[in-house]
C-alpha cells in the first residue's frame, strides 16, 4: 500500500465547476499535511498547508480527517489557469523535516 | 532572489557515465533535499541533508551520492550512471516543512 495514494484523474472540468480531490494516508502518526500545485513540467510549489480545523485560501478549501486518515482540496469557480497537477503531501511523525508526496491528481478546467 | 538554483538544467548521460548535479539555495536553510520524479511514481527522496556536512540516506539512495561541504550547496552525484536513472531530479531546501523547490533537472541515461 502507497503511504499516500490519490486518484490520479484526470478530471477534466468546465471553467466555473467546484471539483474535488481526495487523498488518504497510511501513517496514523502523521503530524503535518500539504496540497502542492504542479505545472507540466515544472517544480511543485506550496498551495497551502493542511490545518485540522480545515482552511480556506480564495478559492480553495482544505480539509483534514485524521480518524479517516484522510485529506481533501475542493475549489470553487475552477479557472484555466488551475489546470495543474495537485499533489497531496504528508509528513510522517519523527521523519527529520521529510515530506512523502503522492503520486498526483491531474484537472484539466476547460473553457 | 534566486531562491533554488539547480544546475543542469537538461543533460543526456551514457550508461557507465559519471555526473554531478549542483543545487544551490541564497536562504540560508538548514535542510536541503534531492528528490527524482518518474511518471506515475510522485516525488521519491534520494538523500537529504540537516545541515553543512551532514547527509542522509532516503527511500531510493542506492546508485547516487550526495556532499553538503557549504550550507548552500548540495551535491548529487552518479557515479555509474544507469537507464533506471532517467528522470526528473528537483532539489529542494526547507526552513521548516514546506520546501521550496528548484526547477528540475531532466537526465537521460542511454
Known amino acids: 500500500r502507497k503511504e499516500v495514494e490519490q486518484d490520479p484523474g484526470p478530471f477534466n472540468v468546465p471553467e466555473g465547476a467546484t471539483v474535488a480531490f481526495n487523498c488518504t494516508y497510511s501513517?496514523?502518526?502523521?503530524?503535518?499535511f500539504f496540497w502542492y500545485r504542479q505545472d507540466c513540467r515544472k517544480e511543485p510549489k506550496l498551495l497551502m498547508s493542511?490545518?485540522?480545523s480545515g482552511n480556506e485560501d480564495g478559492r480553495f478549501t482544505a480539509q483534514l480527517n485524521r480518524a479517516s486518515q484522510y485529506i481533501s482540496l475542493l475549489i470553487r469557480d475552477s479557472k484555466l489557469s488551475d489546470s495543474a497537477t495537485y499533489l497531496c503531501?504528508?509528513?510522517?511523525?519523527?521523519?527529520?523535516?521529510?515530506?512523502?508526496f503522492g503520486s498526483g491528481t491531474q484537472l484539466t478546467v476547460l473553457p | 532572489n534566486a531562491g533554488v538554483t539547480q544546475t543542469p538544467k537538461f543533460r543526456v548521460l551514457k550508461t557507465g557515465q559519471s555526473m554531478t548535479l549542483l543545487c544551490a539555495q541564497d536562504?540560508?536553510?538548514?535542510?536541503m533535499y534531492w528528490y527524482r520524479q518518474d511518471p506515475g511514481m510522485g516525488l521519491r527522496l534520494i538523500h537529504y541533508?540537516?545541515?553543512?556536512?551532514?547527509?542522509a540516506k532516503g527511500e531510493v539512495p542506492d546508485g547516487y551520492n550526495v556532499s553538503r561541504l557549504k550550507k548552500q550547496n548540495f551535491l548529487l552525484g552518479l557515479e555509474s550512471a544507469a537507464p533506471s536513472q532517467t528522470s526528473v531530479y528537483f532539489c529542494?531546501?526547507?526552513?521548516?516543512?514546506?520546501?521550496?523547490f528548484g526547477s528540475g533537472t531532466r537526465l537521460t541515461v542511454v
Open positions: 529542494a531546501s526547507s526552513p521548516s516543512i514546506g520546501h521550496a
Open positions: 501513517n496514523s502518526a502523521s503530524q503535518s
Open positions: 493542511v490545518y485540522s
Open positions: 503531501v504528508v509528513n510522517p511523525s519523527g521523519s527529520a523535516r521529510q515530506l512523502t
Open positions: 536562504m540560508n536553510h538548514e535542510y
Open positions: 541533508s540537516v545541515g553543512e556536512g551532514t547527509t
